[in-house]
């Protein structure tokens, strides 16, 4: 069963980047079909879905974030990566890295989660 866990700093300043690495255990970030996502929450709020990265490495974003976000991956390390340059504290959320076996923007869709970051832009 496919495991991931995030990392990357709780804080972080306004007009700085967030930078989270997702780490995948028990499947491979390069393996067919595998869809590597990252998803954000506010407290009562819905969750919002960021983007994904996928075994191919070709990449696809939330037209609302795409200015400001960018995903990667290192296939040696097992793991991919989320930026949000130029972040406000509207960007204060908790942040997922999930898997889906096929292409959706749907968090319904997601077969595997992290348990979640807590990321703070403040000052």
């Known amino acids: 069963q496919v495991q991931l866990q995030e990392s990357g700093p709780g804080l972080v300043k306004p007009s700085q980047t967030l930078s989270l690495t997702c780490a995948v255990s028990g499947g491979k970030v390069a393996t067919a079909y595998n869809y590597w996502n990252w998803i954000r929450q506010s407290p009562g709020k819905a969750m919002e879905w960021i983007g994904y990265i996928t075994y191919t490495g070709s990449t696809h974003y939330n037209p609302s974030l795409k200015s400001r976000t960018s995903n990667s991956r290192d296939t040696s390390k097992n793991q991919f990566t989320l930026q949000v340059s130029s972040v406000t504290p509207e960007d204060t959320d908790v942040y997922y890295c999930?898997?889906?076996?096929?292409?959706?923007?749907?968090?319904?869709?997601?077969?595997?989660w992290g348990k979640g970051t807590l990321v703070t832009v403040s000052s």
């Open positions: 999930a898997r889906a076996p096929k292409q959706t923007l749907d968090p319904e869709g997601m077969t595997s």
